[in-house]
C-alpha cells in the first residue's frame, strides 16, 4: 500500500495511461485536490475538539459518553487504515481516494444533522471510515501524478506541511465555527470541501492495481476487538469492573484481538504483516508512539474542558489558545530533524519524552483560578517541545531498514498505532478522570451544569473544583503514560545516527 511500491502505468513516471504527462494546470489541480484532502481528514481528529462543551450541552452527553465523539473516529480511521491502503492496491488507489472522500462527506452531513449522541458517534465512525480509506491513497496518489523531480518534491513537501498544520487549523477553524455559528458547522463545513475534491479527482492519474486479497477477517477481528477493549474500559469506570456487560466486552475484546493475531500470522496477505515487527527499532517506534498518542490525545481533550467549562474561554479563544503548542511542536520537530544524522533516535527522542513528562506534571497542578501566561502557556510549551522532540526518530525507526515495497506499510502502521494508542488512552484517562471528579462531587460535570443554569455561584464553584481535580490526575496519568513511551524507547530502540532523513513520510501530529 506503498506509495513507493506503487507499480506505475505504462509510460514515463507521472504519466497518465496514454502516456502524456499532465498539463502544469492538471498538476496544480491534483495538487490541491491531495493536499485539501489531507488537510480535511486531519484537522477533524481536532477540529471537534473545540466543539465539545457545545456539543455535551445542546445534546446532553454524559461525561463517560464524550470521549467516544473523539474516540469513535481515531478507533475507525486507526484501525481501518491498513485495509484502506490495501483497497487501493486491489481496486484503485484514485478509485478508493474517491470513496473514502465520499463516505467522508457524506459521514459530515450526518453528523451535522445528528439529533443525538448514538446517531453523531455513529456518523463519526463512518468519517473515519472515510478517513482509513481516503488518507492512505491520497500519498499514494502523489507518485502516479506526479513525475519525478521537482514537482513530485514540491508535492510531497506540501503534503507533509498539511499532515503538520491540520491540527492546528482544526483547532482555529473549530473555534471560529462553534462561536461564529453553530457547533454543527465543524461537520458542515466539510460538505463544500468534500464536493471540490470529489470533482477535482479527474487531474488524478490512477495506478496499475495490483493481485491480492483484502483481509476483511483481520479488519473485522481488529477493529471490533479494539472497539470492544475501548467499550470495556469506559463502562467499567462508570458502572464498575465486575459488571455483566463489562466483563463480556474485555472477553470479546480477548478473544477478537486473539482471533487477529492468529489470522494475520496465517493469511497469505494479511493486513498487518507480522514481519514489521521482527526488527526491534521498528517494533520499538511503534510502541513509543503509541504512548505518545495515548498521552497527546488526552492533552488536547482535557485541556480544551479545562479552558471552556473551568475558566470560560469561548471556543474561539481556547483554539487560539493552543498556538503554543503548535509553534513549541514545529520549532522542535525542526531541530530533531537536523540532530538524527548526528544522534542516535534514543538520545533525541528519549530526553523529549522526559521533557513531555514533565509538561504534563506541569498541568497536573492546575486550578479554578489558573492564569494562561503563568502555567498553560508554558506548560503547553515544554510539553510541545518534548513530543516534537521525538516524532522525526520514531518516524525514521519505522521506515528504516525495511524492504523497499514495505516503506509505505510500515509508515502506515506507525500512523495507526498514534490513532489507536490515542484511542486507548483517552479511554482509560477518561475513566480516571471522571471517577476522580465523581469522588469529590457525585456526578460533577452535571452538577456544574445545573449549577451554572440555576446561577447556583457555590455549586459551580465546588463543582469546578471537581472537575479540575479529575483533569490534574488525567494528566499525571498522561504524563506516565510518557514515561512508558520513554521506557520502551530506552529498552527497544538501539539503532545509530541516521544517514538521511528523506523517504519517511510525515506522521500525523494530533
Do not use: C
Amino acid at each position: 500500500m506503498s506509495a513507493d511500491s506503487t507499480t506505475m502505468p505504462p509510460g514515463r513516471p507521472g504519466t497518465d495511461a496514454s502516456g502524456a504527462s499532465p498539463g502544469g494546470r492538471n498538476l496544480g489541480l491534483a495538487l490541491f485536490v491531495i493536499a485539501t484532502a489531507q488537510l480535511m481528514v486531519i484537522l477533524d481528529a481536532t477540529i471537534t475538539n473545540i466543539a465539545l462543551p457545545a456539543i455535551q450541552t445542546d445534546l446532553g452527553v454524559s461525561n463517560g459518553n464524550l470521549a467516544w465523539i473523539v474516540n469513535s473516529y481515531a478507533l475507525a480511521f486507526g484501525g481501518l487504515m491498513l485495509l484502506g491502503g490495501k483497497a487501493g492496491d486491489l481496486f484503485g488507489r484514485r478509485r478508493m481516494f474517491q470513496a473514502g472522500i465520499a463516505v467522508f462527506t457524506i459521514a459530515s452531513l450526518l453528523g451535522g444533522l445528528a439529533p443525538d449522541e448514538s446517531l453523531l458517534i455513529g456518523a463519526r465512525i463512518l468519517q473515519g471510515i472515510g478517513a482509513a480509506l481516503a488518507a492512505p491513497n491520497s500519498l499514494a496518489l502523489i507518485t502516479t501524478s506526479f513525475p519525478a523531480g521537482k514537482s513530485r518534491n514540491t508535492a510531497m513537501g506540501v503534503y507533509a506541511a498539511m499532515a503538520g498544520v491540520g491540527a492546528t487549523v482544526g483547532l482555529l477553524l473549530g473555534g471560529v465555527l462553534t462561536d461564529a455559528l453553530d457547533w454543527r458547522w465543524v461537520f458542515f463545513i466539510n460538505i463544500p470541501i468534500g464536493l471540490a475534491v470529489l470533482a477535482g479527482t479527474k487531474a488524478l492519474v490512477e495506478a496499475e492495481r495490483h493481485p491480492g486479497r483484502l483481509d476483511v477477517p483481520g479488519a473485522i477481528t481488529g477493529t471490533g476487538g479494539l472497539i470492544a477493549l475501548v467499550y470495556g474500559i469506559t463502562r467499567g469506570g462508570e458502572h464498575g469492573w465486575t459488571t455483566g456487560l463489562t466483563l463480556a466486552s474485555f472477553a470479546t475484546a480477548a478473544v477478537l484481538l486473539v482471533a487477529f493475531l492468529v489470522i494475520q500470522a496465517r493469511a497469505a496477505d494479511p493486513m498487518m504483516p507480522l514481519r514489521l515487527f521482527k526488527d526491534r527499532n521498528r517494533s520499538g517506534s511503534f510502541g513509543t508512539m503509541l504512548f505518545i498518542g495515548a498521552g497527546l490525545f488526552a492533552m488536547f481533550y482535557f485541556l480544551t474542558l479545562y479552558m471552556q467549562l473551568i475558566l470560560g474561554y469561548s471556543a474561539i479563544r481556547t483554539g487560539f489558545a493552543f498556538l503554543p503548542f503548535t509553534i513549541g511542536m514545529g520549532t522542535a520537530a525542526g531541530m530533531s530533524s537536523k540532530l538524527v544524522t548526528r544522534l542516535s533516535p534514543r538520545l533525541i527522542a528519549g530526553p523529549g519524552l522526559l521533557v513531555g513528562a514533565g509538561g504534563m506534571l506541569w498541568f497536573a497542578g492546575l486550578e479554578p483560578g489558573s492564569s494562561y501566561a503563568g502555567h498553560l502557556l508554558p506548560a503547553m510549551f515544554v510539553t510541545a517541545v518534548g513530543l516534537g522532540m521525538s516524532f522525526v526518530p520514531m518516524t525514521l525507526g519505522a521506515v528504516s531498514g525495511v524492504d523497499h515495497q514495505d516503506t509505505g506499510m510500515a509508515s502506515a502502521l506507525l500512523n495507526t498505532a498514534q490513532q489507536i494508542g490515542g484511542a486507548l488512552g483517552l479511554a482509560v484517562l477518561s475513566t480516571i478522570s471522571t471517577s476522580a471528579a465523581n469522588d469529590k462531587l457525585p456526578d460533577a460535570a452535571s452538577s456544574l451544569f445545573r449549577g451554572q443554569a440555576t446561577q447556583d455561584l457555590p455549586l459551580v464553584a465546588k463543582a469546578g473544583e471537581a472537575l479540575t481535580h479529575g483533569y490534574t490526575m488525567a494528566f499525571i496519568a498522561s504524563g506516565a503514560m510518557f514515561l512508558g513511551g520513554l521506557a520502551v524507547t530506552v529498552l527497544a530502540i538501539n539503532a545509530g545516527k541516521q544517514d538521511h532523513t528523506e523517504g519517511a513520510p510525515p506522521v500525523h501530529m494530533g
